[in-house]
């Protein structure tokens, strides 16, 4: 079998078998994620979408949960048992610490995430705001930032400048790049 020739950049690559993309990284194999990336019709791909796990965040929380109460329950259980409490005392301080425990965890978690998802927005709201009142401005602040960033001047002005034309994409771009600021697929948040 020929090796896999790499789709000229005028084609849009822009669908891959994720998991086989992922296989061919694992094992360095630059044959295998051109194959992963060229799934569609012909070598060219149709399809622009690409998931990717959003566990990230929901693993942190339950580790950090789970250490919580396993170290409380631990604590507050060789402390009655020092105290020689009967075992019924023993269950209903376990049960009653996981419950709270389990209770401020996801009460906490829920609130912290309603008040970062409030404060990504009133963010987001600003940028468009300045976008739509000094657009000059916003592009300049992108140039600065790709030419910090290591990209010629001349070629950070003409990106920036071909990207601001598109208001909904622009201001997403400035969320990820200027603020490191999460972008919700479909830009709003719940």
């Known amino acids: 079998m020929d090796a896999p020739t790499q ?3 005028s084609e849009p690559l822009m669908d891959r ?6 296989a061919a990284f694992a094992s ?3 044959d295998a994620s051109i194959e992963a990336h060229s799934q569609a019709k012909g070598g060219l791909v149709l399809n622009a ?3 990717h796990s959003t566990a990230g965040g929901a693993i942190k929380a339950i580790v950090f949960g789970g250490l919580d109460g396993i170290l409380t329950a631990f604590a507050i259980m060789a402390g009655a048992t020092g105290a020689n409490l009967t075992p019924q005392a023993l269950l209903a301080m376990g049960v009653s610490n996981v419950l709270a425990d389990a209770l401020a965890m996801g009460a906490g978690e829920f609130l912290s995430s309603r008040a970062y ?3 990504v927005r009133t963010e987001r709201d600003r940028e468009a705001w300045e976008l739509e009142n000094y657009p000059r401005g916003e592009i300049m602040e992108m140039i600065d ?3 910090q960033r290591g990209m010629a001047r001349e070629d950070a002005e003409v990106v920036i400048t071909r990207m601001a034309k598109y208001k909904e994409f622009f201001i997403n771009l400035m969320m990820t790049e200027e603020l490191s600021l999460p972008v919700h697929r479909d830009s709003h948040f719940t």
Do not use: I
Request: proline share 5%; no cysteine; glycine share 4%.
């Open 117 to 119: 998802n409030s404060y």
């Open 145 to 147: 930032l790709f030419e």
């Open 17 to 22: 078998d994720l998991d086989a993309a992922r």
């Open 7 to 9: 789709p000229q950049l």
């Open 49 to 51: 979408s690409e998931e």
């Open 28 to 30: 360095g194999n630059v």
